[in-house]
């Protein structure tokens, strides 16, 4: 970053929600090596760390809220559910507990608020998740609030710490590669420090009203075959890829449904995100696409996939 951004950043404080979550993380520390002061939200007391003052609340909690957003320049809110028993859990949390914020931060008169949404918000009779993050940028676009703000919606979102992806890397290893939906079926990709990357650089301010769609700058996305290719040594032997069509992964989703309801515990697939999975569009759309002079992603898919691995192999995950 230039010595005058860095300068002007650390003229300003973000609140940040969902610091101590997988993207959270990877912003967090975006956000400090550019110079920002932040006061980042967590449920539970965390360690010390340089040019980060911790909030110990919740979405829920109105106290909480008005103390992390006091005295802070830009919001920046990449909390929320992404799974949960029933939809209006969903809801009460990424749509009511965003409504908190959002109010908290005109109250203390925050110019700038920062969405990190989801590209399921395009397709919100899909999924119970992209209903409710469809719903949070409609307290946003709907209303004329006293800030500014800008919406990002991220596609699949992988890198070091993410345990979705070592689900996948860990098929692999059995020589297969599970297709949600089918082998056709399209997808964009960003890894999670470039992603934090784009979060830092739009705390400029630009794109104010704006709802804007980010992938790894690869038009018209990605097929399963293609990150099989991708993966550290797929160009010499590919993972057998094994299509999972709707009718298996709704009824699996379904079942999962009712066992969550009898043990309290929600399941990452069910029936609604099995909706989602078999989508064969997800895609970032290039009228939508996040453009800024200060950021390129610096991940394509293959060196992406080679920087998640080694961490995994490195924290003896895999």
Known sequence: MPAKAKKTAAKQRVALTGATGFLGGHTLDELTAAGYTVRALTRRPQAESPGVEWVQGSLDDAQSLSLLVKGADIVMHLAGLTKAITRDQFFDVNVGGSKRLFDAAQEAKVSHVIHVSSLAAREPRLSHYGASKSGTELLLTARKWSF??????????YGPGDKEILKLLKATKLGILP???????????????????????????SNKQAVLEIDDNHSG??????????????????????????????????????????INKPFMLTLSTARYLSHPDWCVKEPRRFKHAGWAPQF?????LKDTLDWYQKNDLL
């Open 300 to 304: 394509d898919l293959e060196s992406g």
């Open 148 to 157: 500014s703000w800008t919406i990002l919606r991220p596609p699949g979102i």
């Open 179 to 205: 297709a949600p939906g089918g082998s056709k079926n399209r997808f964009s990709l960003i890894h999670a420090n470039d992603l934090a990357k784009a979060l830092v650089a739009l705390c400029d301010k």
């Open 221 to 262: 996305g990605y097929d399963i075959k293609s990150v099989a290719k991708a993966l550290p040594g797929g160009g010499d032997k590919t993972a057998t890829v094994v299509p999972l069509p709707f009718a298996i992964l709704g009824a699996i989703g379904g079942v999962n449904d009712m066992l969550a309801r009898a």
